[in-house]
């Protein structure tokens, strides 16, 4: 096992964010949906279909194309009341999908001063790094990684969505093609008793 005072940090940020970037540039190629499946003490509530693609400038860009809620409507003012509680409540999903994300796409700048930060040790051909304060005070960041191919296996996360914790879990696989994917996102959100499952699914390659 390789202790961290062994593993030059720089150039192990490097050569994770040099993979990635090629990775990225494969990954450009495709079109794919978010399935995001929000449960309030075990009882789905709230399920957002988003459509991510990247962009001629290679941004990548999400759009919700379809969300389902499973609360009945009630009539009137009290109606009313709980619609705006409903979009409150999904703009608090939306809130807390977006920090994931910033977590599982990280520029080349962040992943440096992530590594700057972090502990890192290699065992059984897999490092995993650990920093605090990536990008709040108090947030905590592990990433395991292949070091075979320096791409990204596992992350998860805690941080803060305003004033409530948030932690999540990332998953990463590879498609029969070598294209690495965040294929899976676990949040658990507890000052709202609330877990969110985002799955990617449905990848298709655009016609050129």
């Not at 990247?54 to 609360?71: H, N, R």
């Not at 605090?132 to 941080?159: C, H, M, P």
């Not at 990332?170 to 498609?175: A, N, R, T």
Request: charged share 30%; glycine share 6%; hydrophobic share 35%.
């Amino acid at each position: 096992m390789l202790c961290s005072a062994q593993i030059d940090k720089d150039q192990l940020a490097l050569a994770i964010n040099k993979a990635d970037e090629a990775n990225t540039e494969k990954l450009k190629a495709y079109i794919w949906k978010r399935k995001s499946v929000a449960s309030v003490e075990g009882t789905v509530k709230l399920t957002t279909i988003t459509e991510f693609s990247y962009d001629s400038d290679g941004k990548l860009q999400t759009k919700v194309i379809d969300t389902e809620s499973t609360v009945k409507k009630k009539g009137g003012i009290r109606g009313n009341i709980q619609e705006n509680k409903a979009e409150d409540k999904m703009d608090y999903i939306a809130e807390a999908l977006d920090i994931a994300l910033s977590y599982t796409y990280m520029t080349k700048g962040q992943l440096l001063d992530f590594f700057g930060k972090a502990t890192v040790a290699e065992k059984n051909g897999i490092i995993e790094a650990t920093a605090q304060d990536v990008y709040v005070k108090g947030d905590k960041l592990t990433i395991r990684v292949d070091a075979a191919t320096n791409l990204y296996i596992y992350k998860e996360f805690s941080s803060m969505l305003g004033k409530d914790p948030i932690n999540g879990a990332i998953k990463y696989v590879k498609f029969s093609s070598g294209v690495n994917h965040g294929s899976s996102t676990l949040l658990n959100l507890p000052a709202q008793k609330m877990k969110i499952d985002a799955e990617n699914l449905d990848y298709s390659q655009r016609v050129k």
